[in-house]
């Protein structure tokens, strides 16, 4: 049979059959495309970064700040408080405010007014626990930590928490001859209070809080956990506030 007449109709040429597959190539990639579009959509994936997107705590009034900026990411839950922890507080308080703080970190130095207003509003349902999380960028912020923990060793938690406050206070100035003059103001032995800060016996529980932070996936600082939601940034009070409330804490 003569098939020269079907050479209208279909043309097996090379030529036609690469431009055939190059069609049907086209065509099943736009479709694979598409459907890695819908899948990322429907599960909510950012596009951009194929990162789950992160949820913020709301906002109210100016913008939460923190240092070096973004927010935290996923990570694990936070570390439960146990006895190495420097608390302010009722043991058995509703709801627990675990703070990752900077000692030379601006925005940590922001937030520290309204952690006071909130222990003085909640003085029953409230508690406070400092951890360490020295940013790599400040350069006493390591040393702070550890002055504060040889605070700790030769005051208690008294000795700490004062040693917190002045540190705070003396943002600007830190340093090791401000570490002595602090340690001297609060009533501990400069002596003994040199001794501990150079040699640096307390940097393994600095590292130990800064672990535990990168653990709960913090990254910057403040970041602060009530009842194990994170709060990412200085956050003015009625913010924090609200995340108290809605935790249980009441007046």
Not at 12 to 23: H, R, W
Not at 165 to 192: C, H, M, R, S
């Amino acid at each position: 049979m003569d098939h020269s007449q079907d050479k209208g109709m279909w043309d097996s040429s090379p030529k036609t059959t690469f431009y055939l597959g190059l069609f049907v190539g086209i065509a099943v990639s736009s479709v694979l495309a598409l459907v890695l579009v819908f899948s990322m959509l429907m599960s909510g994936r950012s596009m951009a970064t194929g990162a789950a997107v992160v949820a913020q705590a709301p906002s109210a009034g100016a913008p939460a700040a923190n240092d070096p900026g973004p927010a935290a990411p996923v990570g694990g839950p936070v570390k439960p408080v146990d006895d190495t922890d420097h608390i302010l507080g009722k043991k058995d308080a509703k709801v627990t405010v675990i703070e990752y703080s900077d000692f030379e970190c601006p925005f940590c130095g922001q937030i520290e007014p309204a952690l006071a207003q909130m222990r003085a509003e909640f003085p029953n349902d409230v508690r406070l626990v400092y951890r360490h999380f020295p940013l790599s960028f400040h350069p006493q912020a390591q040393k702070a930590a550890e002055a504060s923990e040889c605070a700790a060793k030769l005051g208690g938690n008294d000795g700490f928490w004062k040693m917190h406050e002045k540190l705070f206070a003396n943002q600007q100035t830190l340093g090791p001859a401000t570490y002595v003059t602090l340690a001297k103001e609060i009533g501990l032995k400069e002596a003994d209070f040199k001794t501990c800060l150079d040699s640096g016996e307390m940097a393994a529980r600095v590292n130990s809080d800064m672990a535990s932070g990168n653990d709960a996936g913090v990254n910057g600082t403040p970041a602060t956990f009530i009842n194990g939601k994170l709060v990412s940034g200085a956050v003015p009070y009625a913010t924090l506030k609200q995340e108290l409330v809605a935790a249980g804490a009441k007046n």
